[in-house]
Each structure stands twice: as C-alpha cells, then as structure tokens.
C-alpha cells in the first residue's frame, strides 16, 4: 500500500518563502506529484519529479529525493492566490495517483 | 464543451436509493478516474480506466459501480446509497502523453440524507 505524510496547515505572510515537506511510504512508484486546490475548486496539477533533484516552473519548485522517499514543494514569492490546499501525490502503476492529507496554506498580508 | 464536465454538479439523495454521477471528457484520454475527497481530506482512488471497456478498483470501490463504454464516458453509480458516501466526488482523466498529469472535473457534492 502507499502511505503519505505532510503538514496540516502552514501560515506565512505575503512575500514569503513557505517548504510543504512531504513523506511516503510505497509499494510501488513511479513519480511524486503536487497538486493545488482552492476551496470549492477542483484540484489542479502543479508539478512533477521521476527522478531526484528539483524541478522549476516559475515560483513553484518541487524536488525528490527517491532514496529518502522525500520530497517538497516550495512556494516563493508569496502571493494572497496562493492561500489553498497543496497536495502531494505518488504515481504509481496505471498512473493511479495517492494523495497525502493536504497541507493548507494560508497567506496573511 | 471542452476539457472534462460532470453532472450533476450537486445532488441530495436518501439512503437506499440508486443514483449515477456522469463524467463527460472531450479530449479522447485513455486514463479516466474517480476520487471521493471527504471534508478537510485529500482524496482516495474509488475506480479507475485505462480504456474503454476497461475498468479496476482503487482503494475505495466497495458501494460503488462503473462502467466505460466509450473512451469519453465514465459514469459512477452508487447501487444503494449510504450516508457514509456523502462527499464531493472527482473525476478526472489523463491522456497519452505526459500521463502523469491528471485533469480535474469540477466536482459533485453529493449529499445521502
């Protein structure tokens, strides 16, 4: 089975850097996922690691380490759209993807 | 139109009756899914599809039947409704390249009184 671990909620304020870490435990993985989602919105996919190290689209960075099964999603240059719920997910065979609780980030002016 | 639609968007229903969620893709993906995701929860894997006429169970299919005649179909049944299925469900789908990425429909909440 796949288990995943991160935080419930992080506050920062805007401008900020904010790092959602993000633990699991696999029986089988191809990838490691994250996703966004506002409330009442439908989750939207933000990025993704195959291989170790860190990968960059705009503010938002992911990187994964897979011989520590780790990874985190880091959020620069805080803005108030950002305020949302943060998933990471593992991709496993037949591109089924488990999610983790979510972490909320709440972005104070 | 276009990209991945569901209806009904809400629906209230009482426990024991039938009821079917659609799920609509206009992008001919061959991976279709639906999730549940509980109040403050992420979401679990209920049924998923690599093509049509094939269909396998995550991790929550028990209540639940699919099917997917056509490539851009994928409908959710709910054979006797139960309060513990109260819950927004998601469809979504993924397509022949970059299949990692997966597309969210907007979601139903679907309430079991």
């Known amino acids: 089975g796949q288990s995943l671990e991160q935080p419930s909620e992080v506050t920062a304020v805007e401008g900020a850097i904010v790092q959602i870490n993000c633990t699991y435990q696999?029986?089988?993985?191809?990838?490691l996922s994250w996703y966004q989602q506002h409330d009442g919105g439908a989750p939207t996919f933000l990025s993704y690691?195959?291989?170790?190290g860190l990968e960059e689209t705009g503010r938002f960075s992911s990187f994964l380490s897979r011989s520590d099964s780790y990874g985190y999603l880091l959020l620069q240059e805080l803005q108030m759209k950002d305020s949302a719920s943060y998933f990471c997910a593992v991709n496993g065979a037949g591109n089924k993807l488990t999610f983790g609780g979510g972490t909320r980030v709440l972005v104070k002016p | 139109d276009a990209g991945i639609t569901q209806s009904p968007r809400y629906k209230i229903t009482e426990t024991g009756r039938q009821v079917t969620l659609m799920c609509h893709q206009t992008w001919s993906h061959s991976y279709m899914f639906w999730y549940r995701q509980d109040l403050g929860h992420g979401l679990r894997l209920i049924y998923y599809s690599a093509a049509a006429d094939i269909t396998d169970k995550g991790e929550v299919p028990d209540g639940y039947v699919v099917s997917r005649s056509k490539t851009e179909n994928f409908p959710l049944t709910l054979e006797s409704a139960t309060r513990s299925q109260t819950s927004v469900y998601f469809c979504a789908s993924s397509g022949p390249t970059d299949t990692y990425e997966q597309y969210f429909g907007p979601g139903t909440r679907l309430t079991v009184t």
């Open positions: 690691n195959a291989l170790d």
């Open positions: 696999t029986s089988g993985f191809y990838g």
